[in-house]
């Protein structure tokens, strides 16, 4: 600008180019470039704008199935849990009104989860063959989903309990 001159705005920038050079007039409001090669522009190519697309479908995608992941995980704890406290709940009260029978029982807890128990006599080495007292072996098996491809639980334990009498021999 002038010394004179208090105006100012867009349009009145000076170009630097000698008048009746170039192709744009010193008071245009959208110059164009006088040079083939044009400064580059401040933002981001098309290809870049792309490139940073595709990567955050990828990472989103990612991130989607290790939440999907995680969720499956926790169904799967809490399926074990269930089926841990269904196993508590049946091993707590297994021959409490009734004498322990070697033998196998099964049933179901509900729609989801059902059960076989084993029972066994056990004994340790050193325990004589006609002890008062027997401990019995219960496995119990806790199983749930599709009869194909089921989801099984295992639990062990043992019960004290009379032993059986000795039945006699003709």
């Given at each position: 600008?002038?010394?004179?001159?208090?105006?100012?705005?867009?349009?009145?920038?000076?170009?630097?180019l000698p008048r009746g050079r170039g192709c744009c007039s010193s008071h245009s409001l959208f110059p164009i470039p006088h040079s083939r090669r044009a400064p580059r522009a401040n933002g981001f190519t098309l290809l870049e704008v792309i490139a940073a697309i595709a990567l955050l479908?990828?990472?989103f995608t990612v991130l989607m199935r290790v939440a999907g992941g995680s969720i499956r995980l926790s169904e799967n704890a809490a399926d074990h849990s269930e089926a841990?406290?269904?196993a508590r709940s049946l091993l707590d009260t297994a021959f409490t009104n009734e004498p322990v029978r070697p033998?196998?029982?099964?049933?179901?807890?509900d729609q989801r989860f059902?059960?076989?128990?084993?029972?066994a006599p056990w004994r340790p080495g050193?325990?004589?063959?006609?002890?008062?007292?027997?401990?019995?072996?219960?496995?119990?098996?806790?199983?749930?989903?599709p009869a194909v491809h089921p989801q099984v639980a295992h639990f062990r334990t043992l019960r004290l309990a009379a032993a059986e009498p000795a039945q006699a021999q003709p």
């Open positions: 600008m002038r010394a004179g001159n208090r105006e100012s705005g867009i349009g009145n920038r000076q170009s630097k479908a990828i990472a841990a406290l269904w033998g196998s029982t099964s049933g179901r807890f059902r059960w076989q128990l084993n029972v050193s325990t004589p063959a006609q002890a008062p007292l027997q401990l019995y072996q219960l496995d119990l098996e806790v199983s749930w989903g």
